[in-house]
């Protein structure tokens, strides 16, 4: 088996993620997903023409050549003014979510006038899921193109993504059938702890993605990074020093920090970390027994895609 020379992969690592990362941030600057549209609403009626042209010349001037407002609203209604922000690359939409740095802006011009609220009509002009996962995967991605880049340099690519030379059928059915067994265990526990000690739902990626975009994030991307970046690379220079348990305790720390960190319970916050100790834990146990990271892939993605069957069946 080859060793990783950590040097090299270091070096050849950084180079990688520095271009790899340029790369996204060229994609934030430059790709429009976002097209602002919010309504402002004032306390006064637009019965007197001069103080309704006064109004958009006020909330024009604050505005950029980009974004521009009008007159909306019936004359019997207060007056409501349209104003529209321009296209919003990713990387200016995340700091301007649906218009509200327009929103702040118009609202400061017109508050001599008085300033009753704003709806938003802001249009994406991509998924909201791929902005997700894009934002909330960008880095892990960045780290895994970097990662296998090294890997290659060093013609270990083959050696890493390599079956099992024996029990190739083995090393992948009892992965699987040992992810949906202990998935019930958990399920069943975590339905006992709420039941004792009920607790909101936390704001994860289940709630936030669409079904199709969750079962892509959750089963198969997820799955095949992350079990790239612990396994096969932190947990294979823990072992080529011969240090396994020593690496399996340490990946499988990070691993429940990375997971673990959205409750805001307490006793539901060591829930689960502990579960997503002892499941790293279960899959160093099979990336060391069975020598291919096949079989922590294997894993990982059926106890996911379980947990994600689980959730839109409650839905």
């Not at 609220?117 to 995967?137: A, Q, R, T, V």
């Not at 890493?160 to 992948?172: D, Q």
Request: proline share 3%; glycine share 6%; charged share 15%.
């Amino acid at each position: 088996m080859l060793i990783i020379d950590t040097k090299k992969f270091l070096v050849n690592y950084f180079l990688a993620s520095l271009a790899i990362l340029v790369f996204f941030m060229v994609v934030l600057a430059f790709v429009p997903v976002l097209e602002n549209r919010v309504i402002i609403t004032t306390h006064t009626e637009c019965h007197d023409q001069d103080l309704s042209d006064e109004i958009l010349n006020t909330t024009n001037s604050v505005l950029n050549t980009t974004e521009s407002c009008q007159l909306v609203s019936p004359c019997f209604e207060r007056q409501k003014i349209e104003c529209r922000g321009g296209q919003r690359t990713l990387g200016e939409s995340i700091f301007d979510v649906a218009g509200n740095g327009v929103v702040y802006r118009v609202s400061d011009a017109i508050k001599p006038f008085g300033f009753l609220g704003y709806e938003d009509h802001s249009k994406y002009l991509m998924s909201k899921d791929l902005i997700l996962i894009f934002l909330f995967y960008g880095l892990m991605i960045v780290e895994a193109g970097a990662v296998l880049y090294a890997l290659g340099r060093q013609k270990l690519l083959r050696q890493t993504f390599s079956l099992p030379s024996e029990k190739v059928i083995e090393s992948l059915l009892i992965p699987l059938f040992m992810a949906l067994g202990i998935f019930i265990i958990v399920f069943v526990l975590m339905g006992l702890l709420d039941r004792l000690i009920p607790h909101a739902e936390s704001q994860s990626l289940f709630v936030m993605l669409g079904t199709p975009a969750l079962i892509l994030l959750a089963v198969f991307l997820a799955p095949f990074v992350e079990e790239l970046l612990f396994r096969g690379i932190l947990l294979k220079l823990f072992i080529d020093k011969g240090s396994a348990l020593i690496g399996a305790l340490i990946v499988s720390a990070l691993f429940s920090i990375v997971h673990g960190f959205l409750e805001s319970d307490f006793i539901w916050q060591l829930a689960r970390s502990g579960t997503y100790f002892i499941l790293s834990m279960i899959m160093c146990w099979l990336y060391i027994k069975n020598k291919s990271l096949w079989s922590p892939i294997v894993f990982h993605s059926v106890y996911n895609g379980a947990m994600v069957s689980a959730y839109i069946v409650m839905k």
